[in-house]
């Protein structure tokens, strides 16, 4: 054998030469296929797979749809209704982009979920969480830049809104937004870089999301006791077992969005946008799409535009700093009796925050608006500091194994610790 | 244990259409500026099986070629659209050949009108916005190629609109050139009501045009022109779910298969 090459394993003999020189093979069959894996996954396990197979469909239907779109505000609009009307299948496509961008923050927040309720964002895991909120992040400008192209009324004056927030800023606010704009309003030049950008961008998170799989497999996933698997008998190799796990989850997954595309189109989105974009008539109420509502909820809470703004970014930038926020060195929420309703609490606040986001900015929602913000941070800021150090943990079992081999589960784990039998 | 286990990937999926829901709900809060409810109506295109009315919807077109399109333009159909109501091709090409459309330059650089062609645009009963404001008090026209998608309540919006016209209540003072309408936002519509009295339009199928006719009819028809989709759509939906039903069960019985050894 010359020197240099790997050795390979793989028995058919041309893919054993390709694999000697480039072990690609060998590489997936380490991390996909015997890649160990905690045995007890719940189906929250799913989400992260079903984040990857969505931003392959939005990739994918993005790409055949631009072959048809038009970045021009005399023409985009139509240019779309012509994708809905004449191209085969064009409503299908478009539907589907649509609706997958719900899709994908409905996936993405449950995934979030999973991660703050399975502590997986703790030691060893912080630059995997890290990287999730910047994909997080360039997913929201995504799908902000997206929903301007149809150049509907909420497109632009969504655009309109949102870019001037940073105008708020001091002394370089105004600046700023002329180079967004690229001009003096949302126009044609906002309208192409946002194109631009709109197609730049998933190619961006596609190379986060692989550096947020590579991470993850160094440390290997969280799961739901969170603690670490202690030998073989506590992981099954990825493959058969989680990519059958998986595909029951991910069939579940295309049924909802099946649904939401055939039969309920429009309903996660604006009336308005069907209106085409005229920059002289204002709609009564500017509101984002759904998945930016808490967002835009804190955002009018603050009286100060600036302040309102400021808190609106660190109430995503906070994540970042989450894993040193929470200073309780055990990850699953199974065993923080104190944390787990302050962290279901603080999950009521975010869906009420979501409410109050689609509402007018009056009496009451206002105010409910400012206490579940402050719920909001004060869950990160105070709450799960304190806790760390006051809340005395429910006994850790000894490994994932045991309480999984006598029968598995949440409730079969208190089998073989007393105390926590009632979590 | 096994219980267990489905019961909580049975909340998961719960949660992802309670997810799905709570967003529907929460976006369509905006609804409630005006709080209208506009009557229900149960139209043949509605739930899962949905389909379009072809003689209604044709019947509506007429609605649309003898009253709306005098102001209303409809500019993302075409003639040829028509064919997908049933019309043959000699229909609309007879259809399309009573409207004269403007085609040009010709060779002597010149802009000329001809009949219009099956593949030619609706024509648009103004020039540009503008002439379109001077000629209806100051008020635009909307296009109506998407209407039902356009306004919250869809067809019942349009349904209830055309159907609203009636006398202002006592005290209410309407602007010069206003009509009051109970469903429009704010009350005050500057569109006269077209649809008023029977036989307005004549029908050649013997429906009877009454008034409450006419607006159904139209009504059918502008969604057809907003969503030529739907039935495709919703046809191909319940093929969807039901492959996906039976994937579902495929995929969790493999499932089940994999992990025997492990539970």
């Known amino acids: 054998m010359a020197s240099g090459l790997h050795k390979s394993d793989v028995a058919n003999p041309v893919l054993n030469w390709i694999d000697a020189r480039l072990p690609v093979i060998t590489m997936m069959q380490k991390e996909y296929g015997t890649f160990p894996t905690p045995r007890n996954f719940n189906y929250f396990w799913n989400f992260g797979a079903l984040a990857m197979v969505n931003l392959l469909i939005m990739i994918a239907t993005g790409i055949f749809l631009s072959m048809h779109y038009t970045a021009h505000t005399s023409m985009a609009f139509d240019s779309v209704e012509r994708i809905m009307r004449d191209v085969n299948y064009g409503w299908l496509l478009r539907y589907a982009h649509a609706n997958g961008a719900s899709m994908f923050f409905i996936v993405v927040y449950t995934h979030i ?32 830049m997206g929903y301007v192209l149809p150049w509907g009324q909420m497109s632009f004056w969504g655009a309109t809104v949102i870019t001037n927030l940073f105008s708020a800023l001091p002394l370089i606010g105004p600046d700023i937004v002329t180079f967004l704009w690229g001009g003096f309003s949302v126009d044609n030049p906002t309208l192409n870089r946002f194109f631009s950008l709109h197609y730049l961008m998933p ?63 429009n309903a996660l989105g604006h009336p308005d946008n ?37 808190m609106m ?10 894993p040193w926020l929470d200073t309780s060195p055990v990850r699953s929420m199974r065993f923080r009796p104190l944390a787990r309703p302050f962290l279901f609490t603080w999950l009521v606040s975010f869906f009420v925050l979501l409410y109050c986001g689609g509402k007018p900015p009056e009496e009451p929602y206002v105010t409910i608006s400012r206490v579940a913000a402050a719920y909001y941070f004060l869950y990160f800021l105070v709450i799960l500091p304190l806790l760390g150090r006051l809340e005395r943990p429910l006994p850790l079992p000894e490994s994932i194994a045991r309480p999984v081999l006598r029968g598995g589960g949440p409730v079969m784990a208190g089998a073989m610790s007393k105390p926590m039998e009632k979590a | 244990m096994r219980v267990f286990h489905s019961l909580r990937a049975f909340s998961l999926a719960a949660g992802l259409v309670a997810g799905a ?21 149960r139209f043949s295109f509605d739930g899962l099986f949905g389909h379009f009315d072809r003689a209604s919807a044709q019947r ?27 019309l043959s091709d000699a229909e609309v090409r007879a259809i399309a050949a009573t409207v004269q459309v403007q085609d040009g330059p010709n060779d002597e650089g ?14 648009s009963p103004f020039a540009n916005e503008k002439a379109a404001r001077a000629a209806n008090n100051g008020a635009l026209p909307p296009d109506l190629s998407v209407i039902t998608k356009a306004r919250e309540g869809g067809a019942e919006y349009i349904h209830a609109l055309l159907m609203g016209y009636e006398d202002p209540p006592a005290g209410v003072t309407l602007m010069p050139g206003m009509n009051y309408n109970k469903y429009f936002a704010g009350h005050q519509i500057a569109m006269a009501q077209p649809l008023s009295s029977e036989g307005q339009v004549e029908y050649t199928d013997g429906t009877k045009p009454t008034v409450e006719q006419m607006v159904e009819d139209v009504s059918q028809f502008l969604t057809w022109a907003a969503e030529p989709e739907l039935e495709q759509r919703k ?17 969790y019985a493999v499932k089940r298969k994999v992990w025997a050894d492990v539970h």
């Open chain 1, 313 to 322: 970014f660190a109430s995503i930038a906070i994540l970042f700093v989450l």
């Open chain 2, 235 to 251: 046809s191909l939906g319940v093929k969807m779910v039901l492959f996906l039903t039976v994937l579902g069960g495929l995929a």
């Open chain 1, 113 to 144: 979920w999973r991660g703050l309720y399975y502590g997986s964002y703790k030691a060893p895991r912080e630059l995997l969480w890290m990287l999730g909120v910047v994909i997080f992040l360039l997913m929201m400008a995504t799908a902000f």
């Open chain 1, 274 to 310: 069907y209106i085409p974009a005229n920059p002289l008539v204002t709609p009564p109420h500017i509101v984002p799409e759904w998945y930016f509502l808490p967002f835009y909820a804190i955002l009018r809470a603050v009286p100060d535009k600036l302040g309102g703004v400021i």
């Open chain 2, 21 to 41: 829901g709570l967003a529907t709900v929460a976006t369509p809060a905006r609804a409630a500026e005006g709080a209208m409810h506009y009557p229900e109506v």
């Open chain 2, 60 to 86: 509506g077109f007429q609605v649309y070629k003898e009253v709306c399109s005098n102001c209303h333009s409809m500019h993302l159909l075409s003639y040829r659209n028509l064919s997908e109501l049933g």
């Open chain 2, 110 to 123: 010149q802009m000329f009108e001809r009949p219009a062609r099956p593949s030619d645009r609706f024509r």
């Open chain 1, 203 to 265: 190619f961006v998170i596609f190379g986060v999301v692989f550096l947020h799989v590579a991470a993850l497999h160094i440390t290997g996933s969280n799961n739901p006791l969170g603690i670490d698997p202690k030998g073989p008998q506590d992981t099954l190799p990825f493959h058969p077992y989680y990519t059958a796990k998986d595909s029951v989850g991910l069939v579940a997954y295309f049924a909802v969005f099946a649904i939401l595309v055939f039969f309920f189109p």
